[in-house]
């Protein structure tokens, strides 16, 4: 794909490696625009690939589905975190502009990488990543720092949604956890007193052009994101400073084009420590679908297509409540059956987005809703509203 004229124009087609929910807002985006998509996932009931002119069903290393990807689109991203960083470079080396590249997408996909990329920006941001220690093999268990403890254990790779995790109290149970993951690379990271969470959602344009969405604060149960709140309550204007200068560091020091999301945990003592990043569009970032004038999808396509970056202001305050699918399952009979949309969608500041994924499991995303309201109380009122009719437990003060 030489000798393009960029910005690329509709009805060019644009590519995405993964085809879940994340991908199905950027076909969806993408389209708006007038764009056609060509969707890589294995899946044939993928969310996106449902939509997109074109699914390609084959493997994320698969050549030919590749190169075939290559002829069709001008651009390509990524929703999966998971892509090989060949596949990237294949795509590149075939000609196409591909946003995020390797680089970046490699440092996010391993928790070594990242806290070690995170620990180079430390001294220009301020602050830094959670103190751990890589464990890869005995001695290093061994010799752990007693003051990890409490700590969480991560899987290296792979690990999202909380899974690949294992909470330890002393060595005995990290030994055991680890037994229990298999004994892959991981990282053991202190536990830290977390007073809230927050997440900055950045997108960054070919020609350094960047645009901070609001900044979300987020609720987790069970290592799985809950609800997010924008304008996020407990923010201050010294936080919101120092996540603004954290997010342009890591963006630029990745080189990073397209949208990036970083997770922050604030602690007790009301230190800001960098969680993780994703080099992606975000879950918590699902409210600007209703909430913002651009959403984090559309900056997402406006990265890819070397367009302008649009004004991602807030509109109105807004709660997004995940759905996920345990509530498809009867408590007493573990039976399987849709939940009463028709009660959700009478709740007049609810926004329902159902992600069309057939079968609901335990803890997988089926869908979220955005509450739109004047005030974040009364958005957090409609979610509560929600969760009593789903029968999902209400928040915990
Ligand atoms: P994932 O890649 O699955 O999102 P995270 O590292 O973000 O994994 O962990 C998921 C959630 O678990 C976090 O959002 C936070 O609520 C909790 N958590 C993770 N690490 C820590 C930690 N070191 N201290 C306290 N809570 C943590
Ligand atoms: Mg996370």
């Known amino acids: 794909m ?18 879940g929910q994340l991908g199905r807002y950027f076909v969806q985006a993408a389209q708006d625009l007038g764009y056609q998509v060509c969707v890589l996932d294995p899946d044939p009931n993928s969310p996106a690939g449902q ?9 994320y290393d698969d050549i030919d589905a590749l190169r075939h990807m290559a002829q069709l689109c001008e651009a390509i991203s990524t929703e999966f975190e998971n892509v ?14 591909v946003a995020p590249k390797s680089f970046a997408v490699s440092i996010a996909q391993n928790r070594f990488k990242e806290k070690q990329f995170l620990k180079t920006c430390q001294s220009t941001m301020g602050i830094g990543p959670v103190d751990y220690a890589v464990i890869q093999n005995d001695d290093q268990l061994q010799s752990v720092q007693a003051l990890l403890f409490p700590g969480i254990l991560k899987t290296a790779q792979l690990g999202y949604d909380g899974k690949g995790q294992q909470r330890v109290q002393n060595l005995t149970e990290l030994k055991q956890a680890w037994n229990t993951l298999g004994k892959v690379p991981c990282v053991l990271e202190k536990k830290l007193d977390l007073a809230f969470e927050l997440s900055a959602i950045i997108a960054r344009g070919h020609n350094d052009e960047t645009h901070l969405l609001p900044i979300a604060q987020n609720i987790h149960e069970n290592g799985i994101l809950h609800l997010s709140m924008v304008p996020a309550p407990n923010l201050t204007q010294e936080l919101q400073e120092k996540i603004h200068l954290a997010a342009h560091t ?10 990036l999301c970083i997770e922050f945990f604030v602690l007790k003592d009301g230190s800001l420590v ?21 959403n984090q999808f559309e900056q997402q396509v406006r990265t890819l297509a070397k367009l302008p970056l649009g004004d991602s202001r807030l509109l109105s305050p807004v709660v997004m409540l995940n759905i996920l699918g345990d ?4 408590k007493n009979t573990n039976v399987i059956q849709s939940p009463a949309w028709e009660k959700i969608l009478v709740i ?12 609901p499991k335990i803890g997988r995303k ?3 809703i955005n509450f739109i309201a004047d005030s974040i109380d009364q958005a957090l009122m409609g979610a509560q509203q929600a969760m009593d009719i789903l029968g999902i437990a209400p928040l915990r003060k």
Not at 250 to 259: A, D, K, S, T
Not at 277 to 283: D, L
């Open 366 to 368: 089926m869908g979220h």
């Open 348 to 359: 007049p500041c609810a926004k329902l987005h159902l992600y069309g994924k057939a079968e």
């Open 274 to 294: 960098v969680n993780e990043i994703a080099p992606r569009p975000h879950n918590s970032g699902h409210h600007s679908l209703d909430s913002c004038l651009t």
């Open 327 to 330: 509530i498809w399952f009867d």
């Open 51 to 59: 939509i997109a002119q074109e699914h390609l069903l084959a493997q």
């Open 250 to 259: 890591i963006i630029r020091q990745l080189e990073y084009v397209g949208v």
């Open 84 to 97: 090989p960083a060949n596949t990237i470079d294949y795509l590149i080396q075939e000609g196409v502009f």
């Open 2 to 19: 030489s000798n393009l004229v960029w910005p690329l124009y509709p009805p060019a087609f644009l590519g995405i490696l993964g085809g």
